[in-house]
């Protein structure tokens, strides 16, 4: 090697070349202002506690300018923002902060359920699932993403996913109402009448005035052909809501199947509210006339027209059934099915008159 000098000094060199890059170089990683991120973060939280999300966001974003801010700080600055983005109503750039959320730090659970959260409010089922599992992954104790996924579930109609769902969140809390509520709506679209009618009954014992549980609980007693305990229930929500028109309908209908007589005069002072359904109503008192009806249900809304025309042909049938005529009811209520699937009350009581009329001997 003392032949070759230079030949020793480029094999010394690149030896000491290689050394180097098998070692990792120390990263100097430049300091932040911490307690700066934590002043403009306390600003932004009280702003939004005050009511203030516009002066959040413009604290939130002078958070986020913070020279050197590290990814999970910047991830939190996003995560804070997009929250009041929201609020605001400003959903796509709320999007996007949660976008970068998630992007510098995909290890925070929050982040995933709200960006989740967000595209099942935007019609997006499909990703709101993917996000709504990866926060539930990082964070199997998260409440509100088990209640958001169990809506994208029945959204998907995956419904048993989305049973396990809301009976996950009974395990947290058994004398939750609203889980009890949402369970009762989930068994009347799975056609489970008497799981619905035990869930509302729940419901209405933690809470003996919950307006929704009574309803439910009266429509669950009519599937099922219990006709004077949906009276007893519509006609409680019909007291405490004279102006409802879907109480004073369902009240209407339920007292006459039971043969308890016309309930015009049990009816509460007050007059019903114009909106629908208060033109069925009207079919059902003789102020108005099927074409009519019909016309109505059409107007509008394209979105809702065909909702409120089955609506409209499940009154007929009970109209039909009312008069004696189950061959005319049982038309009405199949072309209620052969519409498309659906998981509307028509649609649940379609299902159950269709059933309790093949059950009935012929003739009957």
Known sequence: MSRHPLCALFFLTLLA????????????????????LEERLAEGQEAARAGDDAAAIEH?????????????????????RGRALLRLGRRDKALLDFHRAIRLDATVADSWYRRGALRAQLGEPAPALKDLTEALRLDPGLAPAYRTRS???IELRRFAEAEADLRALLGRDRRNPETHLELGRLHLMMDEPWTAFRDFTRVLQLDPDHPQATMGRGRASFFLGQFAAAAADFGAARKRSPEDPAAA???????????????????????????????????????????ALLELARDGDPG???????EAQFFLAQRDLLAGEPGPAEARLRGILESGPGDSAAHQG???????LAAEPAGG
Do not use: C, K, M, Y
Not at 17 to 36: I, K, N, T, Y
Not at 260 to 266: F, Q, T, V
Not at 350 to 356: C, F, G, K, N, V
């Open 17 to 36: 070349a290689g050394s180097a890059a098998g070692r990792e170089e120390p990263r100097l990683v430049a300091p932040f202002d911490a307690a700066l």
């Open 60 to 80: 939130l974003t002078r958070a986020a300018e913070i020279a050197d801010l590290p990814q999970p700080e910047r991830a939190r600055v996003h995560n804070e």
């Open 350 to 356: 379609a299902r159950a008159e269709l059933t309790r």
């Open 151 to 153: 809506g994208v579930l």
């Open 249 to 291: 309908l369902w009240f209407r209908v339920a007292a006459l199947r039971s043969g308890l007589g016309d309930p015009s005069e049990a009816a509460p002072e007050g007059d019903v509210e114009p909106g629908w359904p208060a033109p069925v109503l009207a079919l059902l008192e003789g102020r108005l006339e099927e074409p």
């Open 304 to 310: 809702r027209a065909a909702l409120r025309e089955t």
